[in-house]
C-alpha cells in the first residue's frame, strides 16, 4: 500500500531530478535527523559569534571556542572520510592516532575566522554527501576507531549527533539543555545506563580534552 508519505516522497524525487541524493531506504533516519538538526542549530549558534568572540573560552578546560568549532568540524570530515573509504572497500580509520587527531585541532584554531566557518560548512556538505552515497549494504559496514576496534557505521549518524548538540552547550554561546532532542537525549542515556536528567546533568557542564587528565570531576571528550 502506498502512503501519502511515499507518494510525497516520490513527487519531491521527480521534482529534484536524477542528480539529487537521498538516503538509502535502510538508512538509521532518525539518528540522521538528529545529527542535521543538530547541524543548523550549531550553525546558527557559530553564526551569531563575532570573531573576537570565537577566541573567547568554552567550557572545556583549555580550548578555546575555536578549538571547539575546528573539533567539531574535523569530526565530520573523519566520519565523512570513514564512509567514503567503507563504500570504496577498503575500510580506513576514524584518525589514525590521538597525537594527529590533537594537532589538528590544535592548528585548525589558528585559522582566520571565515577559514574557520568554511572548514565547519564544507565538513557538513560532504559527510552528507558520504552519508547519501551509502547503499543499504554500506550501511552494514564497519570502519575503525581510535581504540581499533570496529566502528559501525550504521552508529555515526547517532555520534554525530551527540558532538553536535553536546559540544553545542560547550561552545557557551547560548545553546539550552533544553533545546537538545528528548529522544536523542533518551537514546544516548539508554546507551550509558542511566536515565536522561542524569545524562545530561553530568555531559551538559563541559568536558575536558581527549587526554587530558584534569579536571578529573568532568567526563572526558569522546575519542572522535
Known amino acids: 500500500m502506498i502512503t501519502i508519505d511515499d507518494a510525497a516522497r516520490a513527487d519531491l524525487r521527480a521534482r529534484q531530478g536524477a542528480g539529487a541524493r537521498y538516503d538509502a531506504p535502510g538508512a538509521p533516519a532518525a539518528q540522521l535527523a538528529w545529527a542535521r538538526r543538530g547541524t543548523a542549530y550549531f550553525a546558527r549558534l557559530l553564526n551569531d559569534l563575532s570573531p573576537a568572540d570565537l577566541d573567547r573560552p568554552s567550557r572545556m578546560p583549555g580550548w578555546s571556542r575555536r578549538h571547539l568549532v575546528a573539533h567539531v568540524a574535523y569530526n565530520g570530515r573523519a566520519f565523512a572520510n570513514m564512509a567514503g573509504a567503507v563504500r570504496a572497500g577498503d575500510p580506513a580509520p576514524l584518525y589514525p592516532s590521538v597525537d594527529m587527531r590533537t594537532a589538528e585541532i590544535t592548528r585548525g584554531a589558528t585559522l582566520p575566522d571565515r577559514a574557520l566557518r568554511h ?5 557538513e556538505v560532504h559527510l552528507n554527501v558520504e552519508w547519501r552515497d551509502l547503499t543499504d549494504g554500506d550501511w552494514q559496514k564497519s570502519g ?3 581504540d581499533g576496534a570496529p566502528l559501525p557505521i550504521a552508529d555515526t549518524p547517532l555520534l554525530r549527533a551527540r558532538e553536535l548538540w553536546l559540544h553545542a552547550l560547550d561552545l557557551d554561546a547560548g545553546a539550552r539543555a533544553r533545546d537538545v532532542p528528548r529522544d536523542l537525549l533518551a ?6 545506563d542511566t536515565t536522561p536528567d542524569a545524562y545530561l546533568a553530568t555531559h551538559a557542564m563541559g568536558r575536558r580534552p581527549l587526554g587530558q587528565p584534569s579536571p578529573s570531576d568532568m567526563p572526558e571528550d569522546w575519542p572522535f
Open 144 to 146: 575503525t576507531g581510535l
Open 119 to 123: 572548514l565547519f560548512q564544507h565538513a
Open 187 to 192: 537514546a544516548l542515556a539508554a546507551d550509558a
